[in-house]
């Protein structure tokens, strides 16, 4: 970890602390984001900060800080931390709620950290997905609570992919897309969080002619599919050649991964937010 914002002000990790009382730690009550940097720059931070403040309207925990003020506290906590680094924000639910205003008194802070990106071999060799027969409890919240993501994984595979009656929604950090009959399927936003790439990708998708699909791919569609893939905002694009014992393919990553995470990386200026504050 390299640097944290909280309390007003930049700080050393070592030196930056929440009181016990704040309701993140006692009962698990907060929102986040994670922004990924290129350059230096912020990478669809608008998306992400619209997602934070959406996400906290949602629980009912009030913003302590306007967009604009957000944004420029994350130019300047990037121009201080001095390199590419993913940015964790976060809006606690504070110390105090009210049954009818609700959590009226968040704290808002951030931690600068160095990228966790995936390792080249899961780009060249595709990666496991462990189904879930469940859902995430509020797909619209992007919540602090991911004891379901971490506790249930084994070892082995990337991530949980929730597939509640049969149906796929999204990974446990990230969107899942399936390559079905030429098509691309992904669950709507009505049952998944609105990932920030899961727009791009969908975007890229279609100005190369390729065929979207915004429903709940199903699991017993995976044996008919020729590829799979998640995205997110620091991964970019994982393929994914197998989910649970199924094979996905031919069990390596396939040609439409392939094609869209170079497109993105070819387009990814387009999505960068200025530059680092002075």
């Known amino acids: 970890m390299k640097l944290c914002y909280v309390n007003g002000r930049f700080t050393p990790p070592e030196e930056a602390a929440l009181p016990l009382?704040?309701?993140?730690?006692?009962r698990g009550v907060g929102v986040f984001e994670v922004i990924g940097?290129?350059?230096g720059r912020p990478l669809l931070l608008t998306p992400h900060l619209e997602r934070l403040l959406n996400g906290a309207?949602?629980?009912?925990?009030?913003?302590?800080l306007s967009m604009e003020d957000m944004k420029r506290l994350v130019r300047e906590g990037l121009a201080r931390a001095g390199a590419d680094v993913q940015v964790k924000v976060y809006l606690s639910g504070g110390d105090i709620f009210d049954g009818v205003e609700g959590f009226t008194a968040p704290r808002f802070f951030m931690i600068f950290e160095e990228l966790s990106l995936p390792p080249r071999e899961a780009y060249e060799e595709g990666v496991v997905l462990e189904p879930l027969p469940f859902g995430r409890?509020?797909?619209a919240v992007k919540g602090v609570d991911y004891r379901t993501a971490y506790a249930l994984s084994q070892s082995?595979?990337?991530?949980?992919?929730?597939?509640?009656?049969?149906?796929?929604?999204?990974a446990g950090h990230s969107t899942f897309f399936l390559v079905l009959e030429g098509r691309l399927v992904t669950a709507p936003l009505s049952r998944v969080l609105k990932g920030t790439t899961r727009s791009v990708i969908l975007e890229l998708a279609r100005a190369e002619g390729i065929e979207t699909q915004e429903r709940c791919p199903?699991?017993?569609?995976?044996?008919?599919?020729s590829e799979a893939f998640i995205t997110g905002s620091v991964k970019k694009v994982v393929p994914v050649v197998r989910v649970g014992e199924q094979r996905i393919g031919t069990g390596r990553p396939g040609p439409v991964a392939t094609r869209l995470l170079k497109l993105y990386l070819d387009c990814i200026q387009k999505?960068?937010?200025?530059?680092?504050a002075p």
Do not use: H, M, N
């Open 37 to 39: 940097t290129y350059g």
């Open 137 to 139: 409890k509020d797909p």
């Open 271 to 276: 999505w960068l937010e200025g530059g680092a």
């Open 21 to 26: 009382s704040d309701l993140l730690i006692q």
């Open 218 to 225: 199903r699991v017993d569609e995976l044996s008919r599919a």
């Open 156 to 170: 082995g595979t990337f991530e949980v992919l929730y597939c509640p009656d049969g149906e796929i929604t999204e």
């Open 57 to 64: 309207e949602r629980e009912r925990i009030r913003p302590t």
